[in-house]
Structure formats: C-alpha cells, structure tokens
C-alpha cells in the first residue's frame, strides 16, 4: 500500500519493497520560467521510472495481500505498464506475460527480456477494446490473472486516494490552490483519478486532457476515441498535439529546466502553452508521467532540426 512521506528521512530503506512503498511523495516542482507553473514529476517512481509504477501497484492491492507468488499475470502494454509489471514480478514472485503490439519499441522489449517477462507480440497496430478483451480471454484459458488497466475501477480510484492526496498536501504546503490540470489521456486512470481528487478538495479545477492529433503516435497516451474510460465525465477539453509538438514540448522544457521529460509530457507541456493564451496566468498543474530516455530514438529523428 503507498503512502504518504514513507521515508525515514534518510533515504535509506531496509528492503526493495519498503523502497517502493516508502519514499514517496514524487516531486512537485515550479517552472518559475512559465510563471505559477507546477509539474508532478512522476519519472522519479522507482521502477519504470513513470507513474505507472503507481497505477499496477493500485490493481495489485488486492492480489498482494492474498499473495502472489507462482501465480501468472497477462496484461496489454507495449510500455511503463509492462515493465512495472515485470519489474513487480521479480519482487513478489509472480510470473508476467506481456502482450503488446507489433509496434513494441525495442527499448521496452530489451527491458521487458532483463526483467525476465515473457513478451508475446501480437500482429496488431494499436492496444483498443478488442486487443484487451481478447488478453483477458487469454488470461480465462490459462487460469492466469489479468489486471485490465484499461476497465479495472482500482485505477482511478487509487489515483484518487493516493496521487491525489498527495498533490493536495503539496499544494497546500506552499499555500497554492490549482485551478487547471493539463494531463495525457491513457488509461484515462490518472487523469481522472486527479481530477476527482482535486475538484473535492479545492472546487472548480478546469481540467484539460492531452491527446495525439489525427494520424500521430505518441507513447503514452491514445486518442479518446479508442476506448478510454472515465475520461469523458472530468474534462472540460481536449487537446490534439502532434508528435512533432510533442517533441518540441520536450526540447522546450529541456532548455528552459535541464529536466529530460518524455514525450507525454512534451505533449502536455505543449498543450499548456496553448491553453495559457486563453486561460491567463493562474496556477496550472501539469503531470508529466515518465523521462525521456525511452524515447531517445524517436527525439533523435526530430532534435537536430530543433
């Protein structure tokens, strides 16, 4: 179970799973070159270095105090979720099966193989509704568990009890109230998750979700469209950002911050630079899931242009 400050103050933890239990919270840091600007820096999660550490963690709860050790576990991901999971594995006991797409950029496979995960490639473009129900049939045939990040309610609520809480507790130490969230849509689990969260604590919160435009692939987040839950009942608009936006999102924060953010959150950052112009200077919140270092081959086609 996450908590809230788990660290002895020290930094120095007695095991690798008090180590993923007990350093939180992740940073909360001003952009002070782009005013009241704060970003949640998820890479700093131990494992896949994203937030997704945090969301396998919320579908696991449940499994992990009946125990999992020998137990097999199938899940969709061509990414952060797939190496938390196999990450997970190593730590707990069980053994995962990755299913991902034909698309699997050779990074997370590489990863995926030290981590020890079997890997099925699937001769599919993209993880939609009937890609994950076909892996939860699989998981039926072979008496294996599947976590379903993409319908289980244990995502978002475990981003509403735990990430959200913990926002609200750093906000409210530096005496700010966020009135815009600007996040990717994926799972739709974060987002939503958040929202919830900061709309109970501080009221109105405009919340704009972060998609690829029309004919652009960026890792991390997908079209609304393509079978996203729960997103539709907190946004207040959705911004299309191309990969090529997305990328400039990611030099643009590497030049201003020294911070090497990944392509998400070039997307988000992106959308935010396009919001302030009609939503004024008021304190925004951006998540930014994950670093850049997965996605150094994709950058490097766009970076000596830039």
């Known amino acids: 179970m996450l908590v809230f400050a788990g660290s002895n103050g020290k930094n120095v933890f007695l095991s690798v799973v008090d180590f993923i239990n007990g350093f939180y919270p992740t940073p ?178 405009y919340v704009v979700g972060v998609e690829p435009a029309a004919g652009s692939a960026i890792p991390g987040i997908k079209r609304l469209e393509s079978g996203t839950r729960w997103v539709r009942e907190v946004v207040n608009e959705v911004v299309d950002v191309s990969l090529e936006d997305a990328v400039k999102g990611v030099i643009t924060v590497a030049r201003s911050t020294g911070l090497l953010v990944g392509l998400s959150s070039g997307a988000v950052f992106h959308a935010f630079l396009r919001v302030r112009e009609r939503l004024g200077d008021v304190t925004y919140l951006l998540i930014f899931p994950d670093d850049i270092y997965k996605y150094v081959g994709i950058i490097s086609r766009f970076v000596n242009s830039a």
Not at 168 to 182: A, C, E, N, T, Y
Not at 198 to 205: A, M, N, P, Y
Request: avoid cysteine; glycine fraction near 8%.
């Open 28 to 205: 909360l840091v001003r952009l002070d070159r782009f005013g009241d600007v704060w970003a949640k820096l998820e890479f700093f999660n131990p494992l896949s270095r994203s937030i997704k550490d945090r969301t396998v963690q919320f579908l696991l709860r449940k499994y992990l105090n009946n125990g999992l050790s020998g137990h097999l576990v199938f899940e969709a991901s061509s990414g952060n979720v797939a190496i938390s999971l196999a990450a997970l594995a190593n730590v707990y006991g069980f053994r995962y099966r990755a299913y991902a797409t034909k698309h699997l950029p050779e990074t997370t496979e590489v990863l995926l193989k030290v981590l020890g995960a079997e890997v099925v490639r699937v001769d599919r473009d993209m993880i939609d509704e009937e890609f994950w129900r076909w892996v939860s049939e699989e998981a039926v045939r072979n008496g294996a568990i599947n976590l379903n990040q993409f319908e289980n309610v244990d995502n978002p609520e475990g981003h509403y009890q735990v990430t959200g809480e913990e926002i609200v507790r750093q906000f409210r130490s530096v005496g700010k109230v966020p009135r815009v969230l600007i996040a990717g849509i994926g799972t739709g689990g974060h987002l939503t998750g958040i929202a919830r969260r900061l709309r109970d604590v501080f009221g109105d919160v």
